[in-house]
């Protein structure tokens, strides 16, 4: 068995809390106290990740630079509640009022997975709070490229009991979305574990799941369809794809997707990273970071010291 707390030690961070409409949102909040309140690394995760996964590059963001990671309503330290809109439209609001309640400006975008449509499509809604986006095996944009194995998820009756009663989602994502597993270790597994520990709180990561927007009647399609409208428009702002290359989820197609939209982006493809990208190469990718956030400098701006 995983160790039950050493993945505390992984994530040496404060909670901070926001209650929206009763339901407590959490996210971090790092970085030196004089650092620019106006410019902030912002990271938002997938499923059946939460903030815990960004743990890594906040570390080594936060000397110098604002980081805030969330973790969306029913994932991470977050409330979980039973009855509760879990789709795109309202995952998009939900950080909107998060970044609008700490007035976030100047934003970099990191995203991973099902990060990826809900920070661009708050990039989209408020394009002028946002200036760089760096993203990892995500996707924006509809398609019907679902993997087998998610679509068995996604079946009435045997999905739940997998994904909410057996927890195999979240498990066998330790083992499929890493080329090589023997990477991660026992700490960082119980860690990635650790919120999602009974049926009740795996209730986001299944329906982040049936969230997926395959056909024209999904409800979430026209929220889906209206981001990947709006991507053309972010075109200007300076941006990094990284991509582990043995996804099989993400795959390079979608990266190549991105790649048409954003002709001008940086692209750094990972040859034996997986899905987990983060988790599997961070040494590689914190240095890839620190050189885009260097060539791309941002305005000089008045430096705000903000309370904790």
């Known amino acids: 068995m995983p160790p039950l707390s050493g ?4 994530y040496p961070f404060a909670s901070h809390f926001l209650t929206l ?27 059946p990740t939460w903030s ?20 969306h309503l029913g994932c991470g330290l977050s409330d979980k509640p039973q009855d509760y809109s879990y789709c795109l439209a309202q995952h998009i609001h939900n950080l909107l009022a998060l970044i609008e309640h700490l007035d976030l ?14 920070g661009l499509g708050a990039a989209i809604a408020q394009p002028e709070r946002f200036a760089r986006l760096v993203l990892f095996n995500t996707a924006a944009f ?30 066998a994502a330790l083992r499929m979305a890493l080329a090589d597993p ?21 209730v986001a990561i299944q329906r982040f799941v049936e969230d997926i927007p395959v ?28 991509w582990g290359m043995r996804d099989w989820c993400f795959t390079p197609h979608f990266l190549a997707r991105f790649r048409q ?30 050189t885009f956030l260097a060539e791309n400098p941002l305005a000089a701006s008045k430096v705000v010291s903000r309370a904790r």
Do not use: M
């Open 142 to 171: 509809r398609s019907r490229a679902i993997p087998w194995r998610i679509r068995v998820c996604r079946t009435p009756l045997v999905g739940p009991l997998a994904v909410r009663g057996l927890n195999l989602f979240a498990r």
């Open 215 to 242: 056909l024209p009647s999904h409800p979430s399609y026209a929220t889906l369809a209206a981001i990947e409208a709006g991507l053309p428009r972010l075109a200007l702002l300076p941006c990094a794809l990284i």
């Open 261 to 290: 939209i954003w002709p001008h982006a940086q692209v750094h493809e990972l040859a034996d990273a997986g899905h987990y990208v983060v988790e599997e190469a961070h040494a590689q990718i914190l240095p890839i970071v620190q």
């Open 21 to 47: 409409a009763g339901q407590r949102l959490h996210y971090l909040d790092e970085g030196p106290r004089d650092a620019p309140a106006d410019e902030v690394c912002l990271f938002v995760h997938g499923n």
């Open 7 to 10: 993945w505390r030690d992984l």
């Open 52 to 71: 815990f996964y960004w743990r890594n590059l906040v570390l080594g963001l936060r000397h110098d630079r604002r980081a805030v990671a969330l973790d």
């Open 105 to 118: 400006r100047r934003i970099t975008l990191f995203a991973h997975d099902w990060g990826g449509a809900i």
């Open 182 to 202: 023997s990477r991660l270790s026992p700490e960082a597994r119980a860690g990635l574990l650790f919120p999602y520990s009974n049926w009740q709180a795996r």
